[in-house]
């Protein structure tokens, strides 16, 4: 399985990326991609999933209304639109992918719930 990030760079406050994360190597028709960010010295933070089969989405409450999931199944890709990027939005974004069923409000946000990693993208958001 790999995991592939792209998209990530240098953005001012208020711009937009999308980023995408390119899956290859599964063997299994349902999981869910989830996309995390890490910031200089803070934990890994999960930011939002899409479930493979019926394409449910969860986006965390610091990225709601800004940060929109999609994904093209034909593509092997999901991308993370985000839109009026802060400076606290800086960080190195990660997908990752785990069995469908993580992708809930309760469980979508669980590092050890997700079994494979990409290497990570960077994003600045600076002026």
């Known amino acids: 399985v790999q995991l592939v990030e792209s998209g990530g760079g240098l953005v001012q406050p208020g711009g937009s990326l999308r980023l995408s994360c390119v899956a290859s190597?599964?063997?299994?028709?349902?999981?869910?991609i989830g996309w995390f960010r890490q910031a200089p010295g803070k934990e890994r933070e999960g930011i939002s999933c899409?479930?493979?089969?019926?394409?449910?989405?969860v986006h965390g409450d610091s990225v709601k209304g800004r940060f929109t999931i999609s994904s093209d199944n034909a593509r092997n890709t999901v991308y993370l639109q985000m839109s009026n990027l802060q400076p606290e939005d800086t960080g190195v974004y990660y997908c990752?992918?785990?069995?469908?069923?993580?992708?809930?409000?309760?469980?979508?946000?669980?590092?050890?719930?997700?079994?494979?990693w990409g290497q990570g993208t960077q994003v600045t958001v600076s002026s």
């Open positions: 190597g599964f063997t299994f028709d349902t999981y869910t």
């Open positions: 899409i479930a493979r089969t019926d394409g449910s989405t």
């Open positions: 990752a992918v785990g069995q469908e069923w993580v992708c809930h409000r309760s469980s979508y946000d669980h590092n050890d719930l997700y079994d494979y």
